[in-house]
């Protein structure tokens, strides 16, 4: 299960650059235009360290996510029948891994509705989010990409359900630890080979076939948490 979360996990991240680019390619873009002026020989050395700083911020945020709810599904075990609980859990998680898969697929988008549930949190960091700008050090790119990793996103939702299956901290992390690594080439690319990157995973067949992979992913993970109902 938790092999099969983490690659799925990576997948998500990587085969979701779409969604990321329409989600955070504006903020990347725009955090791009706003980095300190350096002499014209280390532009491009000085946006990338930038950007990685920001995106290691904003991994950060996942990873912590991540733990927090593998690790509060841990201790909530405690209080409820463990095998029921965990049944439960993977329940959902095949459940959002399937969703997720036709989400990729460009069969079925209902997954982004679930973007409304982190609104309100992002309502009150956004104001925070913003006072960083223009970013002027790596220090502020770090900070601003702890923040940003919060923005309201169905495909981090979707993939935090796996981290609370997994039932560990450590666990959780590392599902989200993964998904945000995949999302690394997308935003990376930015302004550099953003075109190229989103052009590949935009294909039908690259889409259907990833999105098919994660469904299986979550049948498989149907199939057990059913399995063990008897």
Not at 7 to 33: N, P, R, T
Not at 44 to 63: E, V
Not at 75 to 92: A, P, V
Not at 162 to 170: D, P
Request: net charge positive.
């Amino acid at each position: 299960m938790i092999t099969f979360s983490v690659s799925g996990a990576f997948l998500v991240g990587l085969m979701g650059a779409g969604h990321c680019i329409g989600m955070c390619g504006g903020l990347v873009g725009a955090f791009s235009q706003q980095l300190p002026q350096t002499r014209q020989q280390n532009i491009l050395l000085s946006q990338l360290q930038f950007i990685l700083s920001y995106n290691l911020g904003r991994i950060l945020s996942y990873t912590l996510a991540g733990a927090l709810v593998g690790g509060s599904a841990s201790l909530l075990g405690t209080l409820f029948s463990i095998d029921i609980y965990l049944i439960s859990l993977r329940i959902i998680a095949g459940a959002m891994m399937i969703a997720t898969g036709l989400y990729i697929a460009q069969i079925w988008s209902g997954v982004v509705q679930i973007e409304r549930l982190g609104k309100l949190l992002w309502r009150m960091l956004s104001p925070l989010a913003k006072r960083l700008l223009p970013i002027k050090n790596l220090r502020q790119a770090f900070i601003a990409g702890t923040l940003w990793g919060w923005l309201p996103c169905g495909l981090v939702y979707s993939t935090l359900t796996w981290a609370v299956a997994a039932n560990s901290a450590q666990q959780g992390a590392m599902i989200m630890a993964a998904f945000g690594l995949g999302t690394l080439p997308a935003l990376v690319s930015v302004g550099v080979a953003a075109e190229l990157f989103a052009r590949f995973v935009q294909q039908r067949a690259v889409r259907l076939i990833s999105g098919l992979i994660l469904v299986s992913f979550g049948i498989q993970t149907l199939y057990i948490a059913f399995s063990q109902l008897n």
